[in-house]
C-alpha cells in the first residue's frame, strides 16, 4: 500500500539490481530453447511476427502493470492482491489471482527443471569432448539416448532443483544478484559467436528466410496461440513472477523505462538464438520440427566442428544453465514469500517445501519422455500438457487479468502516481491495457475453441 516503502523480504540494492534480476528472470531456457523449437514446429517467420507483435503490444503493457502492481503492494503475489483490492474497493477475490500465479510457477518449474537438467547433461558432455568431429546422426543419438534414460534425467532434475533451492535460499540480495551481473553480457558475447560461426556455415540464408519471411498460410489459430503465450513465458508475465520482484523495487525508479530494456534484451537473446539455430539445421538437412530435443541436436554440432569449439561448449552449457537457475528462482519465489508471510516458516524452510513438491511432479515430467510417453490426456503427455497449460493458458489468462485489475479496478491517480509518465504515454498504456490485450487474448482463445 502507499505507505510501504519496503517489502519484508528486503529490497533491491539498486535500480541496476532490479533489472538484473527482471532481465535474468526473462531470458532462460524460453529464449535459447523454447523459441527455436516452437518456431521450427510452427514454420517460421509468420510466427516470429506474431511473437514479436505480441511481445510489444500485450508483453510490454502488462509488464509494466504487473510490476507496477508488485511495487504498491509489496507483498506476495497473493497478499498484494489482497491488500491491493482494498485500496480500491475491489472485489477481495482478486487475490486468487495471485494463487494461480503460484499454482502456475510451481506447474511450470518442475518441467523447466527437467529441460535444465538436460543442459546439465550436456555441460559433462561438453567437458569430455563428446561432440568433437562428431556427425549429425551421432548428435540426435546422444540426445535420443538421453531421453530414453530416466535415471539420467531424475538425476540432473534433482541437481538442478538443489541448486534453485540453495539460490533462493539465499534471498534477495544474496541470491543471484552477483552472478548475473557478469553472467548475462557473457551469454550475449556466445551467442554473438555462434551466430558469426552460423554465418560461415553455409545454409545462413536460408536459416534466416526461414526466421523472418512470413508466409501466413503456415500458422493457424493454434499456432498464434502458442506465439502469444509464449510472449507472455519469454518476459515471465502473467503469474507473479514479475510482480514479486516489482514489490522488491525502491520507490521513483522509472517502471516503464525498465520494462523496455527488460524486454528488448530478452527480445534480442531469442532472436540471436534462432539465428544460431537454424542455419545449423539447414545445412546439416535436420528437421526444424523436431520439437524439445532441437538445441541439443543442433548447437553441439557447431561446437564440434568450431575452432575453439571445445570452450566455446563449455562456456555456452554453463551460461544456459545459469540462465536457467536466474529463471527458476523467479519461479518459486511467489511461493516462498507466501510460505513466509502465512505459514511461518524462514526461507529456508520455505524453499526446501515448494522445491520438493515441484521436484516430485517433475519426476512425473522426466517419465512423459520415456515410460510414460503414451500416457496421454487430450492427445498430450504430462510434459506438453503441463506446457499448454501453463504457457497457452494460465499465463495469458493472468496477464490479462492483471491488466483489467491494473486498468479497469485501480484508481487511475494511483496509477499515475506508480508510473511517474508523461501524459501521452500513460493514455497508451491505459488503452493498451483496458481494451487491446483483453480482447485479443479472448479473440484468440475464441479463435482456438472454433467459435470464431
Ligand atoms: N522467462 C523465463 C524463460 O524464458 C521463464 C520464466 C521465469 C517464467 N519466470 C517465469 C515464465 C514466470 C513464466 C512466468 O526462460
Redesign the pocket.
Known amino acids: 500500500m502507499t505507505d510501504k516503502t519496503q517489502s519484508i523480504h528486503g529490497q533491491w540494492s539498486s535500480r541496476f539490481a532490479f533489472i538484473l534480476a527482471a532481465t535474468g ?7 535459447i530453447w ?1 523459441f527455436p523449437y516452437i518456431t521450427g514446429e510452427n514454420g517460421g517467420g509468420a510466427f516470429v511476427m506474431v511473437y514479436l507483435l505480441c511481445v510489444a503490444a500485450l508483453g510490454i503493457p502488462i509488464m509494466i502493470a504487473e510490476i507496477m502492481l508488485g511495487r504498491r503492494g509489496r507483498q506476495s503475489p497473493i497478499n498484494t492482491m489482497k491488500s491491493l483490492a482494498a485500496e480500491a474497493g475491489a472485489d477481495p477475490r482478486w487475490h486468487y489471482l495471485g494463487w494461480c500465479g503460484m499454482l ?2 510451481f506447474l ?1 518449474l518442475a518441467y ?1 527443471s527437467v529441460i535444465a537438467g538436460w543442459a546439465l547433461a550436456y555441460l559433462v558432455k561438453a567437458f569430455f569432448g563428446v561432440f568433437m568431429n562428431s556427425n549429425a546422426e551421432e548428435i540426435k543419438r546422444l540426445f535420443e539416448n538421453l531421453m530414453e534414460s530416466p535415471i539420467q534425467q531424475i538425476f540432473w532434475h534433482t541437481v538442478f532443483m538443489v541448486l534453485t533451492m540453495h539460490y533462493v535460499m539465499r534471498g534477495v540480495q544474496n541470491g543471484l544478484e552477483k552472478a548475473v551481473h557478469f553472467l548475462m553480457p557473457a551469454l550475449f558475447v556466445i551467442l554473438i559467436l555462434l551466430v558469426a560461426y552460423a554465418m560461415s556455415s553455409g545454409a545462413y540464408e536460408q536459416g534466416m528466410a526461414f526466421l523472418f519471411n512470413p508466409d501466413f498460410s503456415k500458422i493457424d489459430a493454434d499456432a498464434v496461440l502458442t506465439a502469444m503465450g509464449h510472449a ?8 507473479g ?2 510482480m514479486v520482484y516489482g514489490s522488491y523495487l525502491p520507490n521513483h525508479v522509472s517502471i516503464a523505462k525498465t520494462t523496455f530494456f527488460i524486454a528488448g534484451a ?1 527480445t534480442v537473446v531469442a532472436l540471436l538464438a534462432g539465428i544460431a539455430i537454424f542455419p545449423l539445421v539447414f545445412a546439416n538437412n535436420l528437421e526444424a520440427s523436431s520439437g524439445p530435443g532441437l538445441i541439443f541436436q543442433t548447437l553441439p554440432l557447431a561446437f564440434g566442428h568450431m575452432g575453439g569449439g571445445w570452450l566455446f561448449g563449455l562456456l555456452f552449457f554453463v551460461l544456459l544453465i545459469f ?2 537457475l536466474s ?2 528462482i ?2 518459486i519465489e511467489p511461493a516462498v514469500a507466501w510460505l513466509v508471510e502465512n505459514k511461518n516458516l524462514d526461507r529456508r524452510q520455505a524453499s526446501i517445501w515448494s522445491g520438493s513438491a515441484c521436484w516430485l511432479l517433475g519426476v512425473g515430467v522426466v517419465f512423459s519422455f520415456n515410460i510414460w510417453s503414451e500416457v496421454k490426456l487430450f492427445d498430450k503427455n504430462l510434459f506438453q500438457l503441463l506446457d499448454y497449460l501453463t504457457a497457452n493458458l494460465m ?1 495469458p489468462l493472468g496477464g490479462v487479468a492483471i491488466a483489467i485489475f491494473a486498468g479497469w479496478m485501480m484508481k487511475q491517480s494511483h496509477a499515475e502516481q506508480e508510473l511517474e509518465i508523461p501524459a501521452e504515454g500513460f493514455k497508451a498504456w491505459q488503452f493498451l491495457i483496458k481494451y487491446v490485450a483483453p480482447a485479443a487474448v479472448f479473440l484468440v482463445f475464441l479463435h482456438v475453441l472454433g467459435v470464431l
Open positions: 528472470s526473462a531470458v532462460g531456457l524460453g529464449n523454447k502456475a510457477g511450470i523447466y507472455f513465458f519469454t518476459l515471465s508475465l502473467g503469474m513472477a514479475i530478452d540462465a536457467a529463471s527458476s523467479s519461479l499465463l
